[in-house]
Structures are given as C-alpha cells and as structure tokens.
C-alpha cells in the first residue's frame, strides 16, 4: 500500500515537472515566435522619389539597385515626370491627393518658400559643409539649407566646330553682331545655322528668357519692380533685344520650329544638320549616344554688342532633391541622399554617367567625366563670366505662361511691342 502511494506520489511530482519545464520551453518558444513575428513585420521601407530629370532616369535605377545593395532594408521607388511635362502641377497633385512623395525637386527661391512649410530642415547633413557657394544659394534661408543641389547646369548656344570650321568662321561669335554674321556665314556655306525646339515651353520661357532677366542692372529689383507694378517687360531693352535674338534664330533656323521637339532638335544637331543649337550640358549624353566623337563648344546668348557684357553663359542650380518633412521615411531618405553624394559608386556617376558638373566640392570631375559642354561651362565659371538661372525666383506657373506667349511671337501672332505686353500680363497674372 505504501509502495503504491509512494508510487503515485512521484508520479504527481514528475507530472508537475513536466508540466513546469513544458511551461518554460513554451515561453521560450513563445518569445522565439514572438521575436520571428517582429522580424516578419518589420517592414522594409519605401523612399518615393519624384523627380523630372529624364536624362538621367537609366543612371538613377542602376543607382536604385547598388544601394538597395547595401541598405536592403529600404527601397527605393523613382517616379518621372518631365521631358516637357508639367512636374509642378503633377506634384501638387501627389500633395493633394495624399500620395506626397517622400524626394521630390525644388528649383529654390520662390519656389523653395512655396513650399517651406514641406521641407525638412537639412543643415546638419555632412555634405551640407561641401557645398559650393553658388550651388547652397538658392536653397538657404535664414541660415538653413533645405535642399542638396543636384548639380550646376548651364546653357547657351551648342555648337559644331567642324561645321564652323568648314564655314570658315575663325573667330567665335560673342555678340549679337557677330552672332548674325556667323548665321549668314554657315547659311551661304549650305549650313543650317539653328535647330529650334521651340515647341518647348521651358527651353524658353524658363531658361532661355532668363538671360533678360540676368542683364538687368538689378535683376531682384527688376522682378521686386515686376510685383509692385513700378518695372514693366514693355519698353524695357534687355527684353527687345531678347526678342530681336530669338528672331534672328527663327530665321536662321530649321523649318518647322514650333513643331520640333527636344529630341528632333538634339538628333538633329548631333547628325550634323545644324550647326548650333540652344541647349546645355544635360544634352551632351544623348549628343554622345548619337555621335560620340563630336567636337563641340558653347557660344553665349548675346543681347547686344557690348562684349563684355555678353560673353556670359548663364550657369545655375535646375533642381535641388528637398525631403519631405511630413515623411514617416525622411531618415531614410537622408541615408540616401547622403549615400549619393558620398558613396564611390554615387559620385562615379554623377560625373560620368549624367555628365554633371558637381555641386559639392569633394566631387571631383575630369573634362573627360563632364564631356566638351561641361568643360566650357566650368571654363566659364573659373573666369566668373556667368549669369545666375533666374527663373526660380519666377511666380508659381510663370515660365509656362511665358513660353506660350514666345510662341505665338515667334508664331508670328504679334509684334515685339505686343509680345512685351503679352508677357506682361502674364506675370501681372500670376504674380
């Protein structure tokens, strides 16, 4: 009997141990699955980019893949829109709509304190120190910087040594004189002088028109005048004359002007059918796909014939990649703007794959790495016979309503007096 207790006794005691010790693998399991659950949920996260840069999209998803690389942990989404398209309004469609990207473009100035309530304060980024001062300008406020500049770009005329060569011009064109004797001189030499893009609202109304701007003697007094009502384009001579250039262009130009696109004009110039064009170096990778041994130069847009006043390229900032301050993303976007500017393989591409000229002085870049545009425009820079981009400092919409008033002028649809009120009421439009 005792036996028998005693039996069922250690039997109770076994049970319970075992009970116990299922117990605490169960924990353990428990927490095993638990910690595996968190890892399953811990979700990989996804940096948005909207940007309208085409040229360089191929460049941006090879750079999507090497960085996924090395932070599997975040992805990257690059959403385009440009090429003529309308960015500004796709992206306030994205705010609006509650698909806000987590990247997007900011060309500054105005367009930065448009929309400053959006952006994250970048200030603290390692890079922010690098910057060169032309290129920290347009994003900086109060002593804050909120975007990081892409690169500096820059345009004027590109064009055909060879074609030059062959025409017999010796002596490169560096004002509006010197401009029209060359076009009469590449004409009579069975040489198209301009291929014209002008069905491009922003090759004119954006860029091209910014040269006006610049040779005013106060270019922010000029445009503070603009808003007040006590400055006007009508009668104003820097515009005139701008209208003057961009006749010279159309007659001296490719048929067709109002249809050919970007694409028609660069294709067209890199086969050899034209001997200049206006563009900048965003242009000298599709140049190279067409015809990579081209030889090739910058003339400035000249508004007169005084040559010191005119021998300028007009250099800038067309975009700076801002962050999205409401972005539950926004570390992870600073990794990746950090990594892009820092990382071997990001800086290899930035001068050798979209042909920029750096924006932060410890990225270096060859002539070979920029190509012939980049080159001229830097020679420019170093000589400081540059004009700054002014079409950030625009009203919201502004280039667009100019680029559709140049083209009804050069349409022929009005006069230059015309054409200066036209532009006018634009701005007074928007202002």
């Not at 005013?216 to 503070?224: K, T």
């Amino acid at each position: 009997m005792k036996q028998k207790k005693y039996s069922i006794v250690l039997l109770s005691v076994m049970m319970v141990m075992s009970l116990f010790l299922a117990a605490c693998g169960g924990k353990d399991n428990a927490s095993g699955n638990a910690n595996g659950a968190d890892d399953a949920k811990k979700e990989r996260k996804t940096v948005t980019i909207f940007q309208f840069k085409t040229e360089i999209v191929e460049g941006l998803n090879e750079l999507k893949v090497e960085f996924e690389k090395e932070y599997p942990d975040i992805k990257l989404d690059i959403q385009t829109v440009g090429g003529g398209a309308d960015y500004a309004a796709s992206l306030k469609t994205k705010f609006a709509s509650g698909d806000a990207p987590d990247i997007f473009s900011n060309g500054g100035y105005t367009e930065m304190e448009m929309w400053l309530d959006k952006l994250e304060d970048l200030s603290d980024q390692p890079w922010v120190k690098d910057l060169i001062p032309l290129a920290a300008e347009p994003m900086t406020k109060d002593g804050k910087v909120y975007g990081m500049p892409m690169n500096l770009e820059g345009f004027g005329y590109i064009y055909n040594k060879e074609l030059f060569e062959k025409a017999g011009i010796t002596t490169l064109p560096k004002t509006y004189s010197e401009l029209e004797a060359a076009a009469k001189q590449l004409q009579e030499a069975g040489i198209t002088p301009f291929a014209n893009a002008y069905q491009e609202w922003w090759l004119m109304g954006n860029q091209g028109i910014s040269v006006a701007f610049a040779q005013q003697d106060d270019v922010d007094g000029f445009i503070a005048g603009l808003n007040d009502g006590t400055a006007s384009f009508v009668g104003n001579e820097k515009f005139e004359n701008w209208a003057k250039l961009m006749q010279l262009t159309v007659d001296y130009g490719n048929k067709n002007p109002l249809t050919t696109d970007y694409n028609t004009q660069v294709t067209m110039f890199a086969n050899g059918e034209a001997a200049m064009m206006q563009e900048g170096n965003w242009a000298q990778t599709m140049i190279d796909g067409i015809n990579p041994d081209m030889s090739i130069g910058v003339l400035p847009m000249p508004l007169g014939d005084d040559p010191e006043e005119n021998d300028k390229l007009t250099i800038g900032i067309p975009a700076n990649l801002v962050i999205n301050k409401e972005s539950d993303a926004k570390e992870e976007a600073k990794i990746f703007l950090n990594w892009l500017v820092t990382s071997d393989i990001g800086k290899e591409y930035i001068v050798k794959k979209f042909k920029f000229i750096p924006a932060l002085s410890t990225i270096e870049a060859t002539p070979e790495d920029m190509g012939d545009i980049g080159t001229e425009l830097w020679n420019y820079i170093e000589a400081d016979q540059i004009y700054g981009l002014q079409s950030s400092k625009f009203p919201d919409g502004v280039a667009q309503e100019f680029g559709s008033v140049i083209q009804q002028f050069i349409a022929g649809k009005s006069d230059v007096n015309g054409w200066a009120e036209n532009m006018q009421a634009a701005w007074d439009k928007l202002k």
